[in-house]
């Protein structure tokens, strides 16, 4: 069973900068495709960011497109999202994502092919 955790959430100003991070634990890390989707209130899941299973390929949704940047160690179990020129629309709860099932770039955005979930972790960006 894969368990992940997310950290680095937290209060920032329009314009600042988070790096959220997931540690992975269980199950074969480097075999899976990652993903970070995000929740805000009142709205529904959408997907933000995905790296392919060696960290080669990358697939951003357009709204974060030139200001996040996800990326892997496999060595190290975790991926991470550097969130910069943050805006309040980014305010969400921020949730990483294994996908052992996902392949090919087209499949990046389907939250549905995504088998294990963390917990999440609150992003909250002040005007």
């Known amino acids: 069973q894969v368990q992940l955790v997310e950290s680095g959430g937290g209060l920032v100003q329009a314009g600042g900068s988070l790096r959220l991070s997931c540690a992975a634990s269980g199950g074969t890390f480097s075999s899976y495709t990652m993903g970070w989707f995000r929740q805000a209130p009142g709205k529904e899941r959408e997907f933000v960011a995905a790296i392919s299973r060696s960290g080669g390929n990358t697939v951003y949704a357009d709204s974060v497109k030139g200001r996040f940047t996800i990326s892997r160690d496999n060595a190290k179990k975790t991926h991470y999202l550097q969130m910069n020129s943050l805006k309040p629309e980014d305010t969400a709860v921020y949730y990483c994502?294994?996908?052992?099932?996902?392949?090919?770039?087209?499949?990046?955005?389907?939250?549905?092919?995504?088998?294990?979930w963390g917990q999440g972790t609150q992003v909250t960006v002040s005007s």
């Open positions: 994502a294994a996908g052992p099932r996902v392949y090919g770039t087209g499949q990046y955005s389907r939250g549905d092919l995504y088998d294990y």
